[in-house]
C-alpha cells in the first residue's frame, strides 16, 4: 500500500544534542509537509517542499532545518533541541500544493531530556 | 488569512448513534478546500473528508457526511452509527491556495457504549 512512513516513531534526546527525524513516501507525491503538533494543541505548519522548492513558515524557529534529497524523502533535523521542542512531529504529502488532500505519517514523538 | 473555530471541546455519544461535529470557518480566499482528520491517541492523522467550497454536493464517505452551508461558512462532520473505534481527536482544516492547511483546535469525540 502507497503511504507515508515516519522514523523512529519515539525519538529521545538531550538537551542542546542535534536531531534528525526521517519522512519517506511511496506516493510519488509532490509536496511534503512537517507540523509540530504540541500536546492538546493543532499542528502548526513548519515548512514544506513543493518538489525542490523549500518554503519556510515565517514564525519558524531558525532551530529547525530541513532537507528533501529525493522525491520520497524529506529530513527534520533539530540543531539543538530545547525542552519546548518536545512535540509530536507529523510528516505530510500530498499531489499538488492547492487544495489538495493531505495525507499524513503516523508521526514521531520527540522527548528531550 | 484563514481562520477555523470548533466550539466543542468535547462531545459525547451513545453508540449506534449519530452525531454531529461543529466547525465554522473564516477565509478571503474565493477558492478553498475544507477538510476532516480523526487522531486517534497514537498520533496519525487520519483523512476523513474533504469538501471543494464550488462543490454543489455534500462531500459524504461511507459513515462520514459533511454538511456544507456556504453562506454561513460552516462545514460541520456528521458521523452516522457511532462506533466505539470512533473515540479520537476530530480537526476541521481549511486548505489555501499554496498548500497550507489551517486547522481548528479540535473537538474529542467520546463514544459510551
Known amino acids: 500500500d502507497a503511504m507515508v512512513i515516519q522514523n523512529p516513531r519515539y525519538q529521545v534526546t538531550q538537551f542542546g544534542k542535534p536531531v534528525t527525524l526521517s519522512c519517506s513516501q511511496t506516493?510519488?507525491?509532490?509536496?511534503m509537509y512537517w507540523y509540530q503538533q504540541k500536546s492538546s494543541q493543532a499542528p502548526k505548519l513548519l515548512f514544506h517542499y513543493y518538489d525542490k522548492d523549500f518554503n519556510n513558515e515565517a514564525d519558524t524557529p531558525d532551530n529547525f532545518q530541513s532537507r528533501r534529497p529525493n522525491t520520497s524523502f524529506c529530513f527534520l533535523d533539530i540543531r539543538s533541541p530545547g525542552l519546548g521542542d518536545a512535540a509530536m512531529y507529523l510528516c505530510?504529502?500530498?499531489?499538488?500544493?492547492?487544495?489538495?488532500?493531505?495525507?499524513f505519517g503516523p508521526g514521531t514523538r520527540l522527548l528531550v531530556l | 488569512a484563514q481562520k477555523i473555530t470548533q466550539t466543542q471541546p468535547g462531545m459525547f455519544v451513545q453508540e449506534k448513534e449519530a452525531v454531529t461535529l461543529d466547525c465554522t470557518y473564516d477565509?478571503?480566499?474565493?477558492?478553498?478546500?475544507l477538510f476532516w482528520y480523526k487522531q486517534p491517541s497514537s498520533g496519525e492523522m487520519i483523512f476523513l473528508i474533504y469538501?471543494?467550497?464550488?462543490?454543489?454536493q455534500n462531500a459524504t464517505e461511507g459513515r462520514y457526511s459533511l454538511n456544507f452551508q456556504k453562506a454561513r461558512k460552516s462545514a460541520n462532520l456528521v458521523i452516522s452509527a457511532s462506533q466505539l473505534g470512533d473515540s479520537a481527536m476530530y480537526f476541521c482544516?481549511?486548505?489555501?491556495?499554496?498548500?497550507?492547511?489551517?486547522f481548528g483546535q479540535g473537538t474529542i469525540l467520546t463514544v459510551h457504549p
Open positions: 477565509t478571503s480566499d474565493p477558492s478553498y478546500g
Open positions: 505530510a504529502t500530498s499531489w499538488g500544493q492547492f487544495g489538495e488532500t493531505q495525507y
Open positions: 506516493l510519488n507525491h509532490n509536496v
Open positions: 482544516a481549511s486548505g489555501t491556495s499554496y498548500g497550507k492547511l489551517t
Open positions: 469538501q471543494g467550497s464550488y462543490d454543489q
